[in-house]
Every structure is written in C-alpha cells, then in structure tokens.
C-alpha cells in the first residue's frame, strides 16, 4: 500500500475542511496505486460533499469492483443515489449493507433517511429503533427519530428526543431548533421563543443572521424610549404579515424605529400607522439597537394568551378598493378567493400546496371563484382554461396592496398556508386555511381557530398527504355558506 503517512494526511485534510489540498492528494495516491479501495472511496466521499456525483460513482464502482462487499463504498454509493433522489434504489443498497453486516449503524441511519424521503414514516421508526439497539447514545440516530416523530404528530415523544439531545450534548443546535418548533406548536411561548433564537446559528440559516453585532442586539432588556431601534426583517412575506403586529407596541415605547420593509409588502405595511424610516442601505445606517422581526415575541415577553391579536391590524388602501370594486362591478353570487399553492421555493411546498385538479369538486357550486395565485405551472394554467368559474387575476395582483384590494371583494378566501393567508388573516377577511397533517408552528395543533387571526378557521389533514378529505368537508361548508 502507498505511503500510509500520505494517505493520513489526505484523510485529516478532507476532515478539517481543507477540500481542495485534500482531493490533490487523494488523486495523488490513486495515480500511483490505482487499487487504493481507502483512498477511491474516501476521494469519492469528498466529491460528493462537493456535488460532483459523476466522478464519486465512478470512484465508488471501481472500488466496488475490487471489494464488492467494502461497506464503506457501499454506504458512499447508497448516499449518492440518496441524494439524486433515486430513493428506491438507494434504499436496496442500505438493505443490501444490512444484510452483510447487521451492526452497520450508518446504513441503518441513511436507510431510515430514504424511508422518510418516500413519507414511509412508520417504517423508518422501525428502522431507527433497530439502530438504537446498536448504539442508545447515538444522537444523529435519536434525532432522527425524532423528526420522524414529529412528522406522525407524535410531538410529546418528538420532543423527549430531542431534550435527551440537548441533555447528551448542548451543541447540537438542530436538535434545539426541532424542540422550539414544537414548543411553539404545543403553545410553550415561554421556552419555544427562546429556543426559536438558535435559527441564527443553525447551518441552514445562519448565513441570513451573519450581520449579528451583540452589543446593539435588543431582547427586551434596554428601554427604548427616544432610542432608534432597526427592526430587521427575515424569513418570508407572510412572516413578515404576521410579526409585523408588533411594531406599534415598540412606538408605543417610545422608540424610533428603522425598517427594512420588501417592496412588494411597503404600502401595505404602511396602513399599520406607525411612524418608520425606511431604509435600503444598511451600511449607511445608524440606530442605537436592533431586534429581528420574529424575535419580537421573545423581547416583548409575549405568550399564547397576550398576541396581539385585534383585526384588521392591516388595511387595504382606498386606491386599491376602488379599483376593484369597478374592475369586478355588480356581484351576483359569492365570491371566493382562492390559492391552492406557495412558492415551489419553500423548503415544505411538498407538504403545504395542493394540485388544482383537487379543488376541481368546488367548482361545481354556483359561486364565482377568484384566483389570488400570481404563480402557475402549465397544467394549472391549462385546466384553469376548462373552469368557466375560475378567474385569473395574474397581472393586476402584483404588491400586496393590490391583492388585498382583491381580498377586500371577497365573501371568503380559501387558502394553503401561504403568505396570502397571513394578509386575508390580518385585514380580518373570513379566511378558511388548508393545513398539512404536521403543520407549521404558528397553527398549534388540535384546534381550528387561530390565536393570531380570529377571521381564520382551520382544517387539517386527518392523514399524512391526504388533501380529498379535507376539500370535500370544505365543500360541504361551502354549501352551507
């Protein structure tokens, strides 16, 4: 075997971060001893951490051709069909290290990975238990189960997993901000909005936080009267809808405050009446604190029972009423406003949208649907074009002001969890809200009115990923109307 000094020194390199040193290397030692299984699959590793699949297949098959039974190649090649989403395929090669070696505890892990990608969440909990029996202490295995867990409703026990993480190692921040998303879904605002901080240091966010200067960070411990305070937005339009609540209560401080409101959302943030500079130039800006938007709740000390909850806290401008009071004229039957999907960009689209040949069962009712979708794919569009009560308002509800002038005509809006949800909720339309089985946070569980918007009513899905149910007792309510 080639120098195994080199070898080690390739190995620490890859582990420390230093990808590019690492893979000279790697390249070094295969040229010079081309049967190197450690090294093929090690480099192979690496290029898939990099997103180069092609070359790691190719790594991982000649050392399989070596040493068809190497579990580390084995599981390397299992994670890179993972990762291409050739689940199937990906989950007889985790069943295949199994078989060869009962106690490989990472092909159990990346097997339950695969089951829960193809929503088989029962199964994967079997599969986690059965690693668990290998290794109790392993926190990636017990956190993963939790996940799995949470995605059966089953929060208490979720929520023991994730605790015993945090007992087991404080660090593990993913496993902090899995428990805070249930804290807050459980109504814990006291602990969930504590806990719901680690999303500015979590690898998936931390990047949007990255500005954090600590010794102008406010969390409620200062006073803030004649103090200019930046209230930082994140995440989405609808966060901002609803968090936006609670810019009055920091005037009413005493404070002057600085925002950063999106375009699109600006003159509909405007009707909230409070006094703001706008700003778009951060580098240029001076302010004594800054908070972000979503940690309000935290600073402000605010738990379920005192959101400020009075609607409409949003209004549609004048201008916005009227043009649609003339562009749609004399109504003749009830008007419905409709979105049935998100953002394809939104990381839990697959759980929140719904198709439109779904809804196609609400059509049949003599009312006069109105879409408030601005987004379609082409089958939406092409069915759209069969559907004689379904009209699309595409290019006139750009800018949220424009789309709530289109709220304010409507008897009723139905929609998917969506920014447009936020809006129909704070300008206090009655507004019927379509929830996945584990929705987000902000809709709590076992209920179906909202402690944020008191217009909301919602219905949630009975089993994981069935929408029928829910649309035909929507129809019935509908008739009822």
Request: glycine share 4%.
């Given at each position: 075997m080639?120098?195994?000094?080199?070898?080690?020194?390739?190995?620490?390199?890859?582990l420390?971060?230093?990808?590019?040193?690492?893979?000279?290397?790697?390249k070094?030692?295969?040229?010079?001893?081309?049967?190197?299984?450690?090294a093929?699959?090690?480099?192979?590793?690496l290029?898939?951490?990099?997103?180069?699949?092609?070359?790691?297949?190719?790594?991982?098959k000649?050392?399989?051709k070596?040493?068809?039974?190497?579990?580390?190649?084995?599981?390397?090649?299992?994670?890179?069909?993972k990762?291409?989403?050739?689940?199937?395929?990906?989950?007889?090669?985790?069943?295949?290290i199994?078989?060869?070696?009962?106690?490989?505890?990472?092909?159990?892990?990346?097997?339950?990975?695969?089951?829960?990608?193809?929503?088989?969440?029962e199964?994967?909990?079997v599969?986690?238990?059965e690693?668990?029996?290998?290794?109790?202490?392993?926190?990636?295995?017990?956190?993963?189960?939790?996940?799995?867990?949470?995605?059966?409703?089953?929060?208490d026990?979720?929520k023991?997993?994730?605790e015993?993480?945090?007992k087991?190692?404080p660090?593990?921040?993913?496993?902090?901000?899995?428990?805070?998303?249930i804290?807050?879904?459980?109504?814990?605002?006291?602990e969930g909005?504590q806990?719901?901080?680690?999303?500015?240091?979590?690898?998936?966010?931390?990047?949007?936080?990255?500005?954090?200067?600590?010794?102008?960070?406010?969390?409620?411990e200062?006073g803030?009267?004649?103090?200019?305070?930046?209230?930082?937005?994140?995440?989405g339009?609808g966060?901002?809808?609803?968090?936006s609540?609670y810019?009055?209560?920091?005037?009413?401080?005493?404070?002057?405050?600085?925002?950063?409101?999106?375009?699109?959302?600006?003159?509909?943030?405007?009707?909230?009446?409070i006094?703001?500079?706008?700003?778009?130039?951060?580098?240029?800006?001076?302010?004594?604190?800054?908070?972000?938007?979503?940690?309000?709740?935290?600073?402000?000390?605010?738990?379920?029972?005192?959101i400020?909850n009075?609607?409409?806290?949003?209004?549609?401008?004048?201008?916005n009423?009227?043009?649609?009071?003339?562009?749609?004229?004399?109504?003749v039957t009830?008007?419905?406003?409709?979105i049935?999907?998100?953002?394809?960009?939104?990381?839990?689209d697959?759980?929140?949208?719904i198709?439109?040949?779904?809804?196609?069962?609400?059509?049949?009712?003599?009312?006069?649907?109105?879409s408030?979708?601005?987004?379609?794919?082409?089958?939406?569009?092409k069915?759209?074009?069969?559907l004689?009560?379904?009209?699309?308002?595409?290019?006139k509800?750009?800018?949220?002001d424009?789309t709530?002038g289109?709220?304010?005509s409507?008897?009723?809006?139905i929609?998917?969890d969506?920014?447009?949800?936020?809006?129909?909720?704070?300008?206090n339309?009655?507004?019927?809200?379509?929830?996945?089985?584990?929705?987000?946070?902000?809709?709590?569980?076992?209920?179906?009115d909202?402690?944020?918007y008191?217009?909301?009513?919602?219905?949630?899905?009975?089993?994981k990923?069935?929408?029928?149910?829910?649309?035909?007792?929507?129809?019935k309510?509908?008739?009822?109307?």
């Amino acid at each position: 075997m080639i120098n195994k000094e080199l070898l080690n020194k390739a190995i620490n390199l890859h582990l420390s971060g230093k990808k590019k040193e690492a893979a000279r290397i790697y390249k070094k030692i295969i040229n010079l001893e081309q049967s190197n299984i450690i090294a093929l699959n090690n480099f192979a590793s690496l290029l898939i951490e990099v997103g180069d699949f092609n070359s790691a297949k190719l790594l991982l098959k000649k050392a399989l051709k070596i040493k068809p039974d190497y579990l580390d190649a084995l599981n390397n090649l299992g994670i890179l069909t993972k990762l291409s989403k050739k689940y199937l395929e990906a989950i007889k090669i985790f069943e295949k290290i199994i078989e060869l070696n009962p106690s490989y505890i990472k092909a159990f892990i990346n097997l339950g990975d695969c089951l829960q990608s193809q929503k088989k969440f029962e199964d994967a909990l079997v599969v986690y238990d059965e690693a668990i029996k290998l290794d109790s202490e392993s926190t990636e295995v017990i956190f993963n189960k939790g996940t799995c867990l949470n995605e059966l409703n089953l929060q208490d026990k979720a929520k023991t997993c994730f605790e015993k993480i945090i007992k087991m190692n404080p660090k593990f921040v993913e496993a902090r901000w899995c428990l805070a998303l249930i804290q807050l879904q459980q109504g814990n605002y006291i602990e969930g909005w504590q806990n719901y901080e680690a999303r500015k240091i979590r690898n998936k966010t931390k990047k949007n936080y990255s500005d954090i200067v600590t010794s102008k960070n406010w969390l409620g411990e200062k006073g803030l009267n004649n103090k200019k305070i930046y209230i930082k937005g994140e995440q989405g339009f609808g966060d901002y809808i609803q968090f936006s609540r609670y810019l009055p209560i920091i005037e009413n401080l005493g404070a002057k405050i600085i925002l950063d409101t999106p375009k699109p959302l600006n003159k509909i943030i405007n009707t909230l009446g409070i006094n703001y500079t706008h700003i778009d130039d951060v580098d240029k800006l001076e302010f004594d604190y800054y908070c972000y938007l979503m940690s309000l709740p935290l600073a402000l000390n605010k738990r379920i029972n005192t959101i400020p909850n009075k609607t409409p806290y949003l209004y549609t401008p004048e201008i916005n009423k009227k043009y649609w009071k003339e562009k749609l004229g004399p109504k003749v039957t009830k008007r419905i406003g409709l979105i049935w999907s998100g953002s394809p960009l939104n990381e839990n689209d697959h759980n929140r949208s719904i198709k439109l040949k779904t809804l196609m069962n609400l059509f049949e009712l003599p009312f006069e649907f109105h879409s408030l979708q601005i987004e379609y794919n082409e089958f939406d569009l092409k069915l759209m074009k069969k559907l004689k009560n379904l009209i699309n308002h595409k290019n006139k509800i750009k800018g949220f002001d424009n789309t709530a002038g289109l709220i304010e005509s409507m008897d009723l809006v139905i929609s998917v969890d969506t920014s447009i949800a936020h809006l129909s909720g704070a300008l206090n339309k009655p507004t019927w809200l379509l929830l996945p089985f584990t929705p987000d946070f902000r809709w709590l569980l076992k209920r179906d009115d909202s402690p944020w918007y008191p217009s909301v009513k919602l219905y949630r899905q009975e089993k994981k990923g069935n929408w029928e149910t829910i649309i035909d007792k929507v129809k019935k309510d509908l008739i009822n109307l």
